[in-house]
C-alpha cells in the first residue's frame, strides 16, 4: 500500500504564506504526477497545482502567480508554497499522486492524502 501525509496547514492572515508538504511512502515503484486539490465548505473539489516526474507545472488561473508546486523526487515529497493567500484560498489541501507500486505493473494508480485544513482570515 501506499501512503501519503500532508503536514503544514494553519491559519494565517490575508496576505500571509504557508508551505505545504506532502510525503509518499510505502509500495513505490515510480511516482508520476503529483498534485495538490482543496475542498472549500459547500464546494466542490478542485486541482490546484499539478507537477509531473519531469518537472512540469500546470496551476488553476485563481492561484497563478501566487502558488508554486515543486517536488524532490529523492524523498518522494511534494511542496505547495502559498503566497499572497486570499481568504478564499480557505479550504482543505489534499495531495495526491499516481503510483506505479512495482517493476511487474505497468499501470499507475492514484492515491490520496487525508488532507489538512488552510484557514486565511481576512
Known amino acids: 500500500q501506499v501512503q501519503l501525509v500532508e503536514s503544514g496547514g494553519g491559519l494565517v492572515q490575508a496576505g500571509g504564506s504557508l508551505r505545504l508538504s506532502c510525503v509518499a511512502s510505502g509500495s513505490i515503484f515510480r511516482l508520476n504526477a503529483m498534485g495538490w486539490h482543496r475542498q472549500a465548505p459547500g464546494k466542490q473539489r478542485e486541482l490546484v497545482a499539478v507537477?509531473?516526474?519531469?518537472?512540469?507545472?500546470n496551476y488553476v488561473d485563481s492561484v497563478k502567480g501566487r502558488f508554486t508546486i515543486s517536488r524532490d523526487n529523492a524523498k518522494n515529497t511534494v511542496y505547495l508554497q502559498m503566497n499572497s493567500l486570499k481568504p478564499e484560498d480557505t479550504a482543505v489541501y489534499y495531495c495526491?499522486?499516481?503510483?506505479?507500486?512495482?517493476?511487474?505493473?505497468?499501470?499507475?494508480?492514484?492515491?490520496w492524502g487525508q488532507g489538512t485544513q488552510v484557514t486565511v482570515s481576512s
Open positions: 507537477v509531473t516526474n519531469t518537472g512540469n507545472t
Open positions: 495526491n499522486a499516481d503510483v506505479r507500486t512495482s517493476y511487474s505493473s505497468i499501470y499507475y494508480s492514484t492515491y
